[in-house]
């Protein structure tokens, strides 16, 4: 073994460390390799983005801004939140439970039986004007709308008039999406099943005089809803889409039956559907089930008098220990009655002015040295 | 063990055995194969694997939570981007192999020598090589345009060593020069079968009935580069994939860096986590099955397949791991690859690690390590070519009493003119004209000192052109010495074994080289003994200058003091010295000696012993003519470097193959020795017959070194707590047993040799030994193999739980490099191994402090920061679902759309955090040099370890609850203006995920130090892309396209234009950074850390606008004297008086047009050894055994082994 340390000749080591830099980090020769023309194309770029000298904000969590800046939100959110709960405050709620669970309540008897479309009646009385305009609120409680297999339960193309998919629903219907004699469903699927079919009017007793008192079920479901996710198949008359399907099992009438007396609210279309398929988040919801209608005595909502609603009780929520309840509630600037929001934001905007202040006497004490 | 038979000229034999052609195949897939193999490998990783299990889960409607798209669009994505890199990664592969495979070779067929593909040459093929040509498989050599069958051979890319080594072709074969004869030639080579020892080789040729051992030097490796020979033919033995390079092209075992190895721990860790909240839901969903759902089958259609509520709790377990299946991101891995990628390519582009001189630009070879950069204790570095640059400069020198050359540090007199010599080397510099004065005036003492200088030594000159010569020096201190005294006019020209021309100013004079009395490691110097034209003999003689002054004359006596006193000087520089002297010799004095060392040197036994004792007496009454100074330049700013690191608490061990006395002067020369230390503890004065002496009554040596090792430990703890103790009087504050490592102010050293260290490492030793150096600020190691290069690293790495970083430029530094969590190479003067085995490579030493204090520490802060965000992030995202959990039955319903859960880690967030992980910076780079103490948090794992990520998940966790009860509070009661609700599933989904991509924009900000226009761009784009997506995701268009897709048209539009729901955005925002903010606040203010005062500082000077920056200058200062260090071998005066290496022509026909190809070919070795990442150092051991004398060759002193 014959050791010379060898003088390397200049074109040696070129030629070695050409190729050895035509390597970057293994994936980006190519763009390398081409600069091996000459020496200096070995160099670097000098630009910022390559030396890391990219013009650049930096913030520093310095006092001058953190502490006004916890004041300033701190004021923002109190003001909101006083101005939440005022507003919270003004809104009139008149909430009544017609599940009929006590033998006192006026549906005990309704819920009791199985009998088909059972009548009873809820009375309350208006000291004094219930500002309009007035919604009626249909309310459930312990109602898992938001469990996975029943929201799946329902097939988008078939309610968006797909009518290859009335004859043939889809498999996450399933078990509603055939009756026990294969015959399609439609509207497929639990949610549409499980329709809410409590029927309600509402009269007031003037001086012994009844007078029912004005709903409006119109554009009571979202605007897109009616107008673009849900549609009928465009046949007419409506009844001949449903040919060779079956009427969900709980239903009492078909779906081309649910309004007869107006086209445009009639199958999928259908307000009360509409609003009904948009299942709620979390087991206890409100839906919305008609707005009073502002015209004559009901111009500024709700005048004070005796009031009964009449109520057709089908619908059965005792076995899961639900409750139904009747709603009445109008709305302001930031919807309805809703507490929540407004304590939040005190609480959380006098947090902020009180950890503003802890942060004041900490930098005040323990001012952090500058020069050092 | 199979023998393998090859056949001269003899295809139909050959072809028999189906040996491997020599196509080589270095890529792993072709375009057929490259999906199904590609994609096996990559579901043989375990993330991949997992997400597609979970995608085969998704399929089973019971279960199935989510749709398949949530998995398969993200698993996808990475399927895809990783393909794309291996793809891009393999056809760069292909295209080496191809020009490789397609290069030519000259190969014998039918009787002519014909152009061949690589590929095509086979087993058995006699090919023709020419000077400076690649060798294209392993070859026997059969014959040399050059004497004797030799030719000589470069190394470099097998094992990294420039220097140039000799093979010889069997005499039998070495007359085969001609075409006819080659044609005839059918000798049989029986030979060993394929296998990886570069350094070995052993077959049997049988010719014409006879046999011939054959061994490795007789064999041409593929790989190896031919030189100084013109021409060659060999015999191919080895072809492609079964010759030695390729055997060693192994795959090393991928380091990975300790983060990633946390993150491994992390996501089993999440894993537990995520099987947890998977059995609480499923119990909860089999409660609430048993007592709620029962009840409420009337609206629920599952009793068709739901036997019990046990079985659907079994079945809802596995929906929720679908669900939360998002707390283990599929993205996590991807992000932290780009992240690396990115970094890397900062490393590549930075200009300020780019060494123009070399034209090297520094390189990041593995993309996986970088954050680790960031976290380094220990430094491993290779002395020779790292510290050092390795070039010898005659710097100063004494003679006749007299001191010429300038102080380094003085450089303002001009560089001496060397114009009046023709023949002068141009890079040679000299700062003291005094000198060639002096030779001009022809002062007698200059003229005997620079003709020894270019008589005594055993440099070979080459005469590439009239006046172009190149010295071969086998030592750089020698070269340098020739190098002067050729540019002060006494130029060495051309040997013969038996004469010296010399060009004496102006004038050649040629001498008769009687004897050269070789160098060896006892003797510590060499002399040669010529006749001068005028017919007097003479004896030079250099070494170190305790030898040389030992023999001189007592003439000399007066002249040595003086000397004496220069070397000190000398030493005090930290140079190198050599004393010289002369002896002139009686004619018949002379005779009788050689004559008796004639016959020494045939004897057999003790031959080496007689030997010594003959030179030993003509040696003596010399007279002395002065002594060089050689500077061992440092590289560029090591002093500073070195300083720099210490202040960043990073320890530097120097090992070193060089001798204990080179070792410590460079230590003294970087400042790592220092006179005022208080203890430099060195453990040596073992020579070789010490350890053997030691060896016998090892038990003895034993206890000794042990014990040693223990008294210097309770040396250094003894002083440091009797000055401890001193504190804790005046201060009470500290506890006085608590200061031990920590309170040592004394500084102290360890100097180990090789010798000691093989004893120290034992087990029982080795824990002492590492209490000590990790006591002591310095520790060398010198005169260290390169295994135990490795074992100390592996010491290190194993004892201390600490990152550790080699960095190296030899061959002999691969094996430590290897070792450490971090390799890094430096491509300087030696060979390419140790960058090809590193995984960083740059120029120069001083570019470690870059490395490590700005990318490194960058890296590691930006991954960091990267992954402690992302584990929040994706808290905050999954775990909603597990609120949600309680109040939709556990029935595994997602809060969110499907869309949003398959995009939101892929598309609304993944670029801000990509753009932090890739730009933050805290701290710029010039404070990050500036305050080397802001590395060691790094050091201390302080910025992600389990506590971080057990608060970020915290902080990931509160913010899930957050988002989901805020608007939990706030929904139920909540209607639109026109009084109709909204408390939807679809609004809650909206609302929350809109909250969620909000919140973490947000904290993305609050994280993010550096806002780049990247950084704006990507948060805000993020934020625009989510709306964007949102709008579009539930746009009637792609409702009407596909209606059961995108279920939640127009929810959006209804939801957004509500005012409650902004007020519920803001609130959850607000809450979910509100307390961040203020834990922040307060820390900053209360505990602040070295970053946060370095940002204000930094913040406020640039008010102040900029500053001048006054760097660290560290001066060097020592007194202490040098030893001589010759880092030569022995035997080479052998070699030259034998003649076998002198040339018949010197001047070789260099300018060949081969060479232009050539100089491009060289990447292909470099690509495949470097892919591959394994090339095979040879042995240490093997190589450094028991000193082998083989006659026509060089024998080795083993112990100068490793010295390069």
Redesign the interface.
């Known amino acids: ?9 200049t ?20 763009e390398k390799m081409v600069k091996q023309e000459s ?2 194309a ?5 630009t910022a983005f ?3 000298r ?8 310095s ?1 001058g801004i ?1 502490i006004p800046g ?1 004041v300033l ?1 701190g004021l923002a ?1 109190i003001g ?1 939140g006083v101005a ?1 709960l005022v507003t919270s405050r003004s809104i009139q709620v008149l909430e009544l439970d017609y599940t009929g669970d006590g033998n006192g309540s006026p549906c005990s008897s309704c819920s009791q039986s199985t009998t088909v479309n059972c009548k009873c009646s809820l009375n309350f009385t208006l000291d004094t004007l219930f500002q309009g ?1 007035v ?1 009626f ?1 249909y309310g459930l409680s ?10 799946a ?1 329902k ?3 078939q ?2 008039g ?1 009518l290859s998919y009335f004859t043939s629903p ?2 996450s219907c ?3 999406d055939y009756d026990g004699s294969k015959n399609p469903i439609v509207p497929c699927g ?1 949610i549409a ?2 329709m809410f079919n409590d029927t309600f009017t509402l009269t007031r007793t003037v001086s012994g005089k009844t007078d029912s008192v004005p709903l409006d079920g119109k ?7 009616y107008n ?2 849900y549609r009928n198949p465009s046949v007419t008359p409506l009844k001949n889409a449903f040919n060779g399907t079956v009427k969900p099992i709980d239903w009492a009438k078909p779906a081309y039956e649910l309004d007869t007396s107006d086209a445009s609210n009639n199958g999928f279309v259908n307000q009360d559907f509409l ?1 009904w398929m ?11 089930y008609r ?1 009073i209608d502002a015209s004559g005595d009901y111009q500024n909502g709700l005048p004070a008098g005796n009031y009964t609603i009449d109520i057709t009780y089908n619908y ?1 929520v005792r ?3 639900g409750a139904k309840k009747v709603v009445f ?1 109008n ?1 302001s ?6 507490e ?2 407004g304590i ?2 005190l609480v ?1 905007g006098s ?2 002015v009180v ?1 503003s202040v ?2 004041l006497i ?2 005040a004490k ?1 001012k ?3 020069e ?1 | 063990m199979k023998e393998r038979r090859v056949k001269a000229n003899a295809w139909d034999y050959n072809d028999r055995f189906s040996y491997a052609d020599n196509r080589i195949k270095t890529s792993k897939y072709n375009i057929f194969t490259f999906l199904p193999i590609n994609l096996f490998e990559q579901f043989q990783r375990v993330a991949n694997a997992y997400f597609s299990v979970l995608l085969i889960l998704q399929l089973i ?1 019971e279960i199935s ?1 989510l749709s398949w798209f949530t998995t398969i669009v993200p698993l996808v994505f990475v399927l895809v981007i990783t393909a794309v ?1 291996d793809a ?2 393999d056809y ?1 592969r292909y295209k080496s192999d191809q020009q490789v495979n397609n290069r030519q070779s000259q190969v014998l067929i039918r009787g002519s020598l014909q152009n061949e593909k690589w590929m095509n040459v086979r087993v058995g093929d006699i090919i023709k090589l020419e000077n400076n040509q690649f060798v294209a498989a392993d070859i026997l050599l059969l014959c040399s345009s050059e004497p004797y069958g030799l030719c000589y051979v ?1 190394t470099a890319e097998l094992d990294g ?6 093979r010889q072709a069997l005499t039998v074969t070495s007359d085969l020069g001609d075409i006819s004869k080659l044609m005839d030639f059918d000798g049989e080579v029986i030979c060993e079968p394929p296998n990886n020892k570069l350094d070995r080789f052993t077959g049997t040729l049988y010719w014409k009935g006879n046999k011939y051992p054959l061994d490795n030097e007789k064999m041409l490796l593929r790989g190896c580069v031919l ?1 100084n020979t013109e021409w060659c033919f060999g015999m191919v033995i080895f072809a492609g994939s079964q010759t030695k390079l390729m055997q060693n092209c192994g795959r090393t075992k991928l380091k990975r860096t300790s983060i990633d190895k946390l993150m491994n721990t992390l996501v089993l860790w999440i894993f537990a986590f995520l099987i947890c909240m998977g059995v609480v839901l499923a119990i909860g969903h089999t409660i609430w099955e048993t007592y ?1 759902g029962t ?2 089958r ?5 009793d ?1 397949f739901q036997i019990s509520a046990v079985f659907s709790g079994f079945l809802t377990f596995w ?1 929720y791991i679908i669900i939360l299946n998002t707390v283990v991101p599929i993205s996590l891995y991807v992000s932290v690859e780009v992240l690396r ?1 990115g970094h ?3 490393i ?5 690690m ?1 060494h ?1 001189p ?4 520094a ?5 996986t390590l970088n954050e680790e950069l960031g976290q380094v204790e220990f430094i491993f570095s290779d002395k020779t070519g790292t510290l050092t640059q390795n070039i010898m400069v005659f710097s100063k020198c004494s003679i006749n009493g007299q001191m010429y050359g300038m102080d380094r540090l003085k450089k303002k007199t001009a560089c001496v003119d060397f114009s009046f010599n023709p023949l002068c080397d141009r890079r040679f510099k000299f700062f003291d004209s005094s000198l060639v004065e002096a030779i001009k005036m022809e002062d007698p003492a200059v003229q005997e000192f620079f003709r020894l200088l270019a008589l005594c030594h055993t440099v ?1 000159p080459e005469e590439k052109s009239e006046g172009n010569l ?7 201190d020698e ?1 340098a010495l020739v190098t002067a005294a050729r540019n002060f006019g006494f130029v060495f020209r051309a040997r013969t074994p038996e004469t010296v021309t010399l060009c004496e100013m102006g004038r050649t004079v040629t001498y008769q080289l009687l004897a050269i009395l070789d160098f060896n490691n006892v003797r510590k110097r060499m002399s040669v003994i010529v006749r001068s034209p005028e017919g007097q003999i003479k004896l030079y003689s250099k070494g170190a200058d305790t030898i040389i002054f030992e023999r001189l004359d007592p003439s000399s006596e007066n002249l040595m003091y003086t000397t004496s006193e220069h070397l000190s000087e000398f030493a005090g520089e930290g140079l190198r010295t050599l004393a010289l002297a002369y002896k002139d010799l009686d004619e018949d004095y002379f005779k009788v000696w050689m004559k008796r060392l004639l016959f020494a040197s045939t004897v057999i036994e003790n031959r080496e012993d007689q030997l010594a004792v003959l030179y030993d007496e003509i040696e003596l009454g010399m007279k002395l003519l002065g002594a060089t100074a050689i500077e061992d330049k440092l590289q560029e700013g090591v002093p500073e470097t070195i300083a720099c690191l210490n202040l960043a608490d990073i320890k530097i061990w120097v090992l070193t193959g060089d001798k204990l006395e080179t070792a410590m002067n460079i230590g003294y020369s970087c400042n790592m020795l220092r006179d005022d230390m208080n203890e430099v503890f060195v453990i040596s004065g073992h020579s070789l017959q010490d350890v053997r002496l030691e060896e016998n009554s090892g038990v003895i040596h034993f206890h000794c070194l042990s014990s040693f090792l223990r008294s210097a430990k309770e040396h250094i703890l003894g002083l440091s707590r009797v000055s401890s103790a001193g504190h804790v009087e005046k201060t009470d504050a500290f506890a006085d047993d608590s200061v031990f490592e920590e309170a040592i102010i004394a500084e102290y050293a360890l100097v180990i040799n090789g010798h000691s260290l093989a004893h120290v490492l034992e087990p029982q030793l080795e824990h002492i030994l590492l209490d000590l150096a990790c006591l002591c600020k310095t520790v060398i190691c010198c005169r260290v193999t390169p295994m135990q290069k490795a074992q100390v690293v592996e010491l290190v790495k194993r004892h201390k739980r600490a990152v550790t970083l080699a960095i190296g430029d030899g061959a002999n530094d691969v094996s430590m490099i290897k070792t450490a969590h971090i390799g890094v190479g430096i ?1 300087g ?1 030696e060979g ?1 191994q140790a ?1 090809l085995a590193s995984d960083y ?1 740059f120029a120069q030493f001083r570019y470690l402090q870059r490395l490590l204090l700005v990318h490194g520490r ?1 890296s590691y802060f930006r991954m960091c920061n990267f992954l402690g965000y992302f584990f929040y992030k994706n808290f905050a995202f999954t775990l909603v679902h597990f609120w949600y959990g309680f ?3 556990f ?4 809060v969110y759309d499907q869309w949003f859960i398959t995009l939101f880690n892929i598309v609304y967030t993944s670029l801000p955090v990509l753009a932090m992980g890739l ?1 933050d ?1 805290d701290v710029n ?1 010039q404070n990050s040099l500036r305050y080397p103490s802001l590395y060691k948090p790094g050091q201390q794992n302080l910025l992600f370890n389990k506590r971080q990520f057990f608060l970020c998940t915290l902080q990931g966790m509160a913010t899930s609850f957050l988002l989901f009860f ?1 608007p ?22 909206v609302t929350i995920a809109t909250s969620l991509v909000i919140v973490v924009s947000v904290q993305i900000g609050l994280d993010t ?7 704006h761009l990507f948060i805000w784009g993020s934020l625009m892309v989510y709306f964007a997506i949102l709008f579009a995701m539930q746009s ?1 268009g792609l ?2 396209i596909f ?2 897709s995108f ?1 939640f ?3 959006a ?2 939801c957004l234009s ?3 729901v902004w ?2 955005v803001l ?1 959850t925002t ?2 979910c950074v ?1 307390p961040g ?2 834990v ?3 820390r ?3 505990f ?1 850390t070295l970053t ?2 370095v ?6 000077r640039k008010k102040q606008g900029p500053q001048e920056q006054n760097l660290r200058r560290v001066r060097r200062t020592s007194s202490r004297r040098s030893a001589y260090a010759f880092s030569h ?1 022995q035997g080479f005066g052998e ?1 030259i008086t034998s003649g076998k290496n002198i040339r018949r022509s010197t001047v070789s026909s260099l300018c060949s047009p081969e ?1 232009i190809a ?3 070919s ?2 292909w070795i ?2 495949m050894l ?1 892919r591959k990442n394994e090339v095979s150092c040879a042995s240490p051991e093997s ?1 450094g055994g028991a000193p082998k004398s083989v006659k026509g ?2 024998c ?1 002193d083993p112990t100068d082994q490793a010295q ?1």
Request: glycine residues 4%; contains cysteine.
């Open positions: 073994m014959f050791r010379v340390s060898v003088l390397q000749t074109d040696v080591i070129p030629s070695k460390e050409k190729s050895r830099c035509g390597r970057v980090g293994g994936v980006s020769r190519s020496e200096s070995n160099r670097p770029d000098n390559t030396q890391q990219l013009p650049a904000w930096q913030p520093i969590l006092a953190v916890f939100i959110f909101i939440l305009p919604f609120y312990n109602y898992f709308q938001n469990y996975r297999r029943y929201g339960s097939d988008d193309n309610l968006y797909d889809s498999s399933s078990p509603y639990s099943n499980s554009g009571i479901a979202w605007w897109t809803d673009v996710k609003v948009r299942r709620a988040a979390l087991p206890n919801f409100r839906k919305l707005r059965p076995v899961f220990n509630s709305v600037w930031m919807g309805g009655k809703n929540f929001l939040a934001y959380i947090l902020c950890m802890v942060m900490v930098y323990f952090f040295p500058d050092e | 409607p939570s890199k891009t990664d760069f470069e060593e420039t220097n140039l080594k000799v030189r709620v009840n409420f009337v609206f629920l259609p599952w068709t929906s990628l890397s390519y900062f590549n582009w930075d200009r300020k780019y123009s070399m034209g090297t630009a390189e990041a070879r593995t993309t070979m190149v010295y071969q020096a086998q030592s750089p070269g491509s003067q390419m960058v490579s960058w109040f939709c039955g029935s595994a319903q997602t730009f910076q780079d805020i939990y509070g706030a929904f139920p009661l909540m209607v639109k203006e026109d009084g109709s609700p909204f408390s939807d599933q679809q609004a809650f989904a130090h550096y806002w780049t226009a990247v950084n009637d409702f009407g209606p059961s279920p048209i127009g929810t539009r209804n509500e005012k409650s007020l519920v609130l607000v809450v509100m903010l203020v922040r606040f307060l900053v203010d209360l602040p946060d005062k940002r204000r500082l930094q913040q406020s071998q070699l060479r050539q100089s491009h060289s990447s470099e690509n470097k190589e060759t060089v080795m390069f």
